[in-house]
């Protein structure tokens, strides 16, 4: 382990012997805390190949379980975001794409911060099941073309390990590491193609557009030196996604799409994402085709009617999503009110998503209890006109006061005097 370090230390390329006796020796605790930090410290400064850091991913993969999906017919494609707030684009690309015949096998995890994971928003839904045996998900895809279930085995023990100590040793922001450690973990589930929502932006946790592409380049590399044809889309995170955040009133959102309400930036991401993965699943041949189908199936139900059926397949109540205001709710709607006449300028993110935490939508620790009637919806985004009492948001709360979130609603908006244009949505395709 000393003669890896050094190497790596002083610029050289680590051969695969040299990286599978790393992953394996530490996943295995033979190799020490002490050595495992110098060396991501080493790949911190000198980073390292496509090369290595793809045999870098695949003996994350190989330290585990891995989701066999081979028993589902047609091409595997999963989609993957690097997170952003309000982002509940999961529950509208799933049916999309499975309503033109692909399957979707979708592994999700609960969330830890701001709002809960997919699964915990999906759980909004009263009765959904999201545990099951592999048997049974396999049968709700080849039956439905979509089953969403809880993460279950040992997916990339070494990445949880890594990511862990790397979480305290300042090695978090290293590029190959962070691409590394999110494709281990989507190459272990299972899926022949991988669509990545690269966020970029103040509420990313990449700001710059250079780094995100930078991200997003490295991702896509992995992919396709694994056999995983990997497409990255590069998307807007300067503000929340839609205008919903929170559980239910992201699923309520989800769901407005698939009936064909037109919330401009959540559909047109939600029709890009979904159309790379129909071309990655090789059901249509170009983009445009692609593009134009997903619509269609918005239009004539179809999508829908997709969201239905994976209601109902895992014992969901469906009425809550034919009429969404039986969709949890929380008891008060409290408005937090411009101060002054201007334009948005700015809306933080981050401060949206800790705002709706506060209001009890996320966790701050694990064994916090998620409410999943508890959110923010925003009445201005940046660019529109706002005058001086007009809301900004209103917070669905359970508590007729909730101080914190105000303030940090309050934090988060920015006013100006000139007009701002409306930011980009999808800023790159990295392919
Ligand atoms: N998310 C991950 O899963 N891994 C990283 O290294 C960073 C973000």
Known sequence: MYDVIVKKR???????EEIEYFVEGYTKGEIPDYQASALTMAIYFQGMTAEETATLTQAMVN???????????????????????????????????ASVGIPVA????????????????????KGLEIEMTKEKFIENVNKHKLAVAGQTGNLAPADKKLYALRDVTGTVNSLPLIAGSIMSKKIASGADSIVLDVKTGSGAFMKTLEDSEALAREMV???????????????????????????????????EILKGKNVEDLRLLSLEISSHMAVLAEVFPSYEEAYAALEA???NGKA????????ESQGGDVAMIDDLNQLPKAAYEIEVKADKDGYVSAIDAESIGIAAMYLGAGRATKDDQINHGVGISLKKKIGDPVKAGEALVVLISDDE???????????????????????????????
């Open 221 to 255: 590399d992995i992919g396709n030196n694994l056999g995983r044809n990997t497409v990255a889309v590069i998307s807007d995170m300067n503000q929340p996604l839609g205008y919903e955040v929170g559980n239910a009133n992201e699923i309520k959102e989800a769901a």
């Open 106 to 125: 979708k592994m999700s995890g609960r969330g830890l911060g701001h709002t809960g994971g997919t699964l915990d928003k999906l759980e909004s839904i």
């Open 297 to 299: 199936n918005i239009e």
């Open 10 to 16: 002083d610029g050289g390329i680590l051969t695969k």
């Open 401 to 431: 006061e909730p101080v914190d979130s105000i303030s940090k609603v309050k934090e988060a908006y920015t006013i100006s005097d000139k007009q701002v244009e409306k930011p980009t949505l999808i800023h790159n395709i990295i392919k």
């Open 304 to 311: 829908f009617q997709s969201l239905r059926t994976l209601v």
């Open 63 to 97: 330290s585990g379980e891995t989701i066999d999906l081979s028993a589902i017919e047609g091409k595997k494609v999963d989609k993957h975001s690097t997170g952003g707030v309000g982002d509940k684009v999961t529950f509208i690309v799933g049916p999309l794409v």
